[in-house]
């Protein structure tokens, strides 16, 4: 019997196998460790790229946005040059009347002036008959 126990001592194909064992356990830990750090950077990656993509996107936003507020204004003042217009062309809708309104007030009047022509000369013949009866030959 031994003082310290001691366990029987392992024979070179033991350690070998061991050995064996170990070094498949460190290439396996070494894969992971290797594809922990490539998805490491690729999860880096897409996080760059996703950051990348929400600035374009509040960039795209802003600049809508803008031209939304620079379209809104613009059919704004369309409608309020399309109210003035519309005006207008209320006002020229009106206009054929007036015109055929001035014609026959001009009609009018130069029948009148007519009459006061005609009655100025009948008046006239009659002085003139008055004074040439009037008048001693």
């Known amino acids: 019997m031994s003082i310290f126990k001691r366990s ?6 033991e350690v070998d196998e061991i050995r064996s064992q170990v070094s498949a356990l460190v290439t396996q830990i ?3 460790v290797a ?6 950077e690729h999860l880096e990656t897409v ?3 996703l950051r990348q993509l929400d600035g374009r996107i509040g960039q795209i936003g ?3 946005t803008h031209q939304l507020t ?4 613009d ?15 209320g006002h020229l809708t009106e206009l054929p009347g007036v015109v055929e309104g001035v014609r026959s007030d001009q009609a009018r009047l130069a ?6 022509e005609i009655a100025f000369r009948q008046d006239l013949a009659e002085v003139a008959e008055m004074v040439m009866k009037k008048r001693p030959s």
């Open 62 to 64: 802003n600049e809508v």
């Open 70 to 73: 620079e379209l809104s204004t």
């Open 35 to 40: 594809s922990d750090s490539s998805r490491a």
């Open 8 to 13: 029987p001592r392992a024979t070179r194909a």
């Open 111 to 116: 029948n009148e002036q007519a009459r006061y």
């Open 30 to 32: 070494e894969q992971i």
């Open 75 to 89: 059919i704004d003042k369309l409608g309020h040059r399309t109210q003035d217009l519309s005006e207008h062309i």
């Open 47 to 49: 996080v760059t790229q």
